[in-house]
């Protein structure tokens, strides 16, 4: 009996022992205790606020509202004795996926616009005055506005873009060149105020309203005089190299002439639906004889700037 008692005793206090130990003390080696958890609250992370880049104000000095068109060119740029040289940019027309105009013959005038231009640009290099750049150096499509973007971003003072017409009568034929018209002048400032500062340099939402049309005009004004001032340089010498279309200054509102503070011209080659116009713009002999009157354009364009 007294062994009975003492197994009883003991088995007593070993239940007591174990109801005041932790959980943990009781988990066997491969037991992970249990732990209460803890209730917080998830609070998200506060969105950062986009802060706009604003491109420092190239076309303004002292604050004065008044853009300036190739200020690299200006009196003060030449008389300090720089020699930064002009940016002038070829814009072959169509490319990749838009062939453009199909000639009589089947020719593409993505063919004829990317042949012209690099003549063109060799023609330039040649001469040493002129930092020569492409919208596009192989065939590829690029679309209008990156057309416009890469020009700017370039620091552009001059673009020309390149193309080959087409009409409905086989009897159409000559070059012709475009300028802006004043009919998409309205088109050109909308561009600018629906994505601000990606034309102008200078930040169009900081600006009012009244503000900001008064400085589009300014640049406007001006960049259609340069234009309208190469233009006709240019249809001068051109008519020396080839046969121009009757009224062949034009005005149109072509995507890749809206840019406000770029003077730019677009100049159709010819017509490929007329089976003359088309064997002439095969030939690279020809092409040459236009991309030089180009370059005699370009150089008397700028002598007369400066």
């Not at 509202?65 to 190739?70: F, I, Q, T």
């Not at 013959?105 to 290099?125: F, H, Q």
Request: charged content about 25%; glycine content about 6%.
């Amino acid at each position: 009996m007294a062994n009975i008692r003492e197994l009883l005793t003991l088995l007593s206090v070993l239940t007591a022992t174990a109801l005041f130990l932790p959980m943990s003390a009781c988990a066997g080696p491969n037991v992970t205790p249990r732990v209460k958890p803890t209730l917080t609250q998830t609070v998200a992370a506060p969105t950062p606020r986009r802060v706009p880049s604003v491109t420092a104000p190239r076309y303004f000095k002292n604050s004065v509202p008044h853009p300036r068109l190739a200020p690299h060119l200006s009196g003060k740029t030449m008389s300090s004795g720089l020699t930064r040289k002009p940016v002038i940019f070829i814009d072959p027309g169509h490319g990749g996926r838009d062939p453009g105009a199909i000639g009589s013959n089947g020719t593409y005038e993505k063919e004829i616009t990317t042949k012209a231009s690099n003549s063109l640009k060799s023609l330039l290099e040649r001469t040493g005055r002129y930092d020569v750049r492409m919208t596009r150096d192989r065939d590829v499509y690029v679309d209008h506005d990156l057309r416009l973007r890469v020009a700017r971003e370039g620091g552009a003072d001059l673009f020309i873009s390149l193309h080959a017409d087409s009409a409905g009568t086989k009897s159409a034929r000559g070059a012709s060149v475009y300028t802006l018209a004043d009919r998409a002048k309205g088109r050109s400032k909308k561009l600018v105020s629906s994505s601000q500062n990606w034309i102008m340099d200078v930040d169009l939402s900081k600006q009012s309203d009244p503000v900001g049309d008064i400085l589009v005009d300014l640049a406007q004004r001006k960049t259609e005089s340069q234009s309208e001032q190469f233009a006709d340089i240019l249809l001068s010498n051109l008519s020396g190299a080839t046969d121009l279309v009757g009224n062949s200054h034009r005005r149109a509102g072509y995507f890749v002439l809206l840019a406000p503070d770029v003077p730019a011209v677009l100049l159709e080659l010819g017509f490929l639906s007329n089976p003359q116009d088309e064997s002439l713009l095969l030939q690279s002999s020809h092409r040459d004889k236009m991309m030089r009157s180009v370059v005699s354009s370009i150089d008397a364009y700028f002598a007369a700037e400066r």
